[in-house]
């Protein structure tokens, strides 16, 4: 049995989550940023700004909690399957949009 783990399938989901944070992490310090816009897009095409992500339930799925559309819109959290996530995008936010940045994950919720 191979161990190579691929997306979509069961696997280190927590360690995704983690690498995804360090890279945003990263980046922010290079750019001089406090939380920068972190977008992922799904196999559907969708594109969403992230306030944070979390690598609850497990067993291959995450849980995206995206910035609300609207000022006023109630927030909701998206369970997705690892193997939905396209790509993930982190830029500077734009001026005037500070509402976007990024706050982080967690890696465990209990």
Do not use: C, K, N
Not at 11 to 17: S, T
Not at 47 to 68: D, N, V, W
Not at 73 to 80: F, G, I, K, R, T
Not at 82 to 103: K, L, M, N
Request: glycine share 12%; hydrophobic share 40%; charged share 25%.
């Amino acid at each position: 049995m191979s161990s190579i783990w691929l997306p979509g399938h069961a696997g280190p989901v927590d360690d995704l989550i983690g690498r995804v944070q360090r890279r945003v992490q990263r980046f922010a310090e290079a750019h001089g940023v406090e939380q920068p816009v972190v977008e992922v897009e799904l196999a559907d095409g969708a594109l969403l700004m992230l306030e944070s992500i979390s690598s609850e339930p497990g067993y291959g799925f995450l849980t995206l909690l995206p910035h609300p559309d609207e000022e006023g819109d109630a927030p909701y959290e998206l369970v997705v399957p690892v193997g939905s996530i396209r790509a993930f995008a982190v830029r500077v936010p734009e001026p005037g949009h500070g509402r976007f940045g990024f706050a982080g994950y967690s890696v465990d919720e209990r």
